[in-house]
């Protein structure tokens, strides 16, 4: 869904972006503390497909930096938007890990690797997520069935990058769980672009 348009510097839809991003990370959070991190992929995919029809039509649901850099790479949206997007994007994902922390005084342990092949399963599971994004962008798939696909479209992400990273394909959220490193920054990013593009192709 294509984000309304409005010329100020913050908005509602940059707004909507802050709480969407807050609600997946808090929930990414919650889960991987709660003895179910099993869960955890599919817990997100309902949470993003929820939002998908509650905050879609008013910011297009990004709440994902690999999301919003991969739909500026194909101009569905323009430069400062998207700085403006992945800006208030990190900070709903800072305010989520405080939050959780204070829920649970906890915060989820993880092991962030540095391999390039964590780059790699990260860029794999974001182009998944980006291109299924893509075909509601381009109206391919109804707005009735856009949570669903989305959703999938992450849980889909999830898993495949999750054989080798953490799982988590959005830098974000990354930053809320603690498992920011260049590699889950620059992985879903290029990964991001790479599936906006290959879905503009397929459809031009």
């Known amino acids: 869904m294509p984000p309304k348009k409005d010329t100020s510097s913050f908005s509602p839809k940059h ?7 807050f609600a997946l990370t808090l929930m990414v959070s919650l889960m991987l503390v709660s003895g179910l991190p099993e869960a955890t992929a599919i817990v997100a995919a309902i949470t993003l497909g929820i939002f998908v029809y509650t905050i879609g039509p008013i910011s297009g649901c990004h709440i994902n930096p690999a999301v919003t850099f991969g739909l500026w790479s194909i101009k569905k949206i323009s430069g400062i938007d998207a700085i403006r997007y992945i800006f208030v994007q990190c900070i709903g994902a800072a305010l989520a890990m405080v939050v959780a922390q204070y829920l649970t005084g906890t915060s989820p342990q993880l092991f962030v690797d540095s391999m390039l092949i964590v780059a790699v399963a990260e860029a794999l599971g974001a182009a998944f997520l980006v291109f299924g994004i893509c075909s509601v962008v381009y109206g391919k798939v109804s707005d009735a069935a856009a949570g669903v696909t989305i959703g999938g479209s992450l849980l889909l992400g999830i898993l495949i990058a999750s054989t080798v990273s ?23 990013l290029v990964g991001g672009a790479a599936g906006a593009h290959l879905y503009r192709w397929l459809v031009s």
């Open 166 to 188: 953490n799982g988590v394909i959005n830098p974000a959220v990354a930053l809320g769980i603690g498992s920011l490193s260049p590699l889950y920054v620059i992985g879903p």
């Open 15 to 21: 707004f909507a972006e802050l709480v969407g991003t």
